[in-house]
């Protein structure tokens, strides 16, 4: 639900079970379209950078 363009979670991105019928829609804060998988994949590939760039804590 987080915008990967702009990072805000803008009142127009899909919300709750309801929001699983919405595949595609517009960030209201920097106007982007997103495709609502490949949006989550864009931000899980963010989250994995930053926590490499910091590094990974060994066990």
Same mark, same amino acid.
């Given at each position: 639900q987080t915008c $990967? %363009? %702009?990072g805000?979670?803008?009142s127009s991105s899909p919300k709750?079970? $309801?929001g699983l019928r919405i595949?595609?829609?517009t960030?209201?804060?920097c106007g982007a379209e997103?495709?609502?998988d490949i949006n989550a994949?864009?931000?899980i590939l963010a989250a994995g950078h930053r926590r490499l760039a910091v590094g990974i804590p060994v066990l």
């Open positions: $990967s %363009c %702009c805000v979670i803008p709750g079970r $309801s595949r595609e829609w960030c209201s804060e997103h495709d609502r994949a864009m931000n």
